[in-house]
Structure formats: structure tokens, C-alpha cells
């Protein structure tokens, strides 16, 4: 599904994590295609700021992520 284009969710990951494929353009520094996850900032746990910040950073699948049954489409 990431290679088309689709994020993805596990059902028991926070509210709005989400992991997506990046691929590389012209002006990146990357050459290959890498997965990120969106994941909120730290910085919004220990605030009193309502509107959420995200970071965005690569991630890399666990074997227990990679053979998982409860992946899910995030539209």
C-alpha cells in the first residue's frame, strides 16, 4: 500500500500516527526511497498548546511491525 501511495496506521498506535513512503526528488539529499512516520512532538505533551506539532522522521519496521495483520489505510 505504501507504494501506492497510501499511509498507513497500526490500530493500537497513538491517534495520528501514521507512516508514508518518501520518495527522493532532484534537490534531496536521499537517493533512495525511505519510509517516515508522522509522530507528534514532544513538545505539545509537555505544553498547554492545543494545536498539535508534528515530526516527521524515518522510521524503520520492527519484525513484529512487518508481520502484523492490523495495518490500516489513512485517508
Known sequence: M???WKSLTRTWW???HKIT???P????K????????NTVSPFWAVSNKWDVEY?????????TD???W???VVE
Open 66 to 68: 512487518m508481520l502484523a
Open 2 to 4: 505504501l507504494k501506492e
Open 25 to 28: 526528488d532532484t534537490h534531496s
Open 55 to 63: 515530526d516527521r522522521v524515518p522510521w524503520l519496521a520492527s519484525q
Open 21 to 23: 513512503l518518501q520518495v
Open 30 to 37: 536521499m537517493t533512495k526511497p525511505y519510509i517516515y512516520i
Open 14 to 16: 497513538n491517534w495520528d
Open 70 to 72: 492490523d495495518w490500516e
